[in-house]
């Protein structure tokens, strides 16, 4: 009966390593892209979910961005002030804000729609090989995901 091999313990056979390295690079090439359009990642992230939804309260935008509102909310504040974004309290209810997109905040969509396509060529990927990164990633996310909510049970 053969052995079984142990898991290495080198830092380059490290699942989390290999995807904490491949966010930053990628994340290197973004910023030049976004730069143009005076936006962070995380602030194009909020954009994304505007540009599909028009508006949307902060606990969606949360659940969309898998951010929790003290993280969320100063990121909001910013882009309010550079008139991006607009947030209002529901009438109906104190507790909900709704952030909307201000018309600059719409145009600006125009301007980013090249950044995907502009980053998939700096990737020199093939798009189906992008395409099936970004199921792995997903399944990656939710099976983590899953076990943190298990280990909180």
């Known amino acids: 009966m053969g052995t079984v091999e142990q898991p290495r313990s080198q830092?380059?056979?490290?699942?989390?390593?290999?995807?904490y390295t491949a966010f930053r690079a990628v994340a290197a090439l973004?910023?030049?892209l976004l730069d143009k359009l005076g936006l962070t990642y995380p602030?194009?992230?909020?954009?994304?979910?505007?540009?599909?939804r028009s508006s949307c309260t902060i606990k969606e935008l949360c659940t969309a961005l898998q951010l929790d509102s003290g993280t969320l909310s100063p990121l909001l504040k910013r882009m309010e002030a550079h008139d991006?974004?607009?947030?209002?309290?529901?009438?109906?209810?104190?507790?909900?804000?709704?952030?909307?997109?201000?018309?600059k905040g719409q145009a600006l969509r125009?301007?980013?729609?090249?950044?995907?396509?502009?980053?998939?060529?700096a990737l020199e990927i093939p798009s189906d090989e992008l395409v099936s990164l970004r199921e792995i990633l997903h399944r990656v996310t939710a099976s983590a995901l899953d076990q943190t909510v298990g280990m909180e049970n």
């Open 110 to 121: 125009n301007e980013a729609r090249t950044v995907p396509d502009r980053l998939a060529c």
């Open 84 to 103: 991006l974004v607009r947030r209002r309290r529901s009438a109906g209810d104190e507790r909900r804000v709704k952030v909307t997109l201000t018309a």
């Open 43 to 52: 602030q194009y992230l909020v954009m994304l979910v505007l540009w599909e």
């Open 11 to 19: 830092l380059d056979d490290q699942v989390c390593f290999a995807l």
């Open 30 to 32: 973004y910023r030049p």
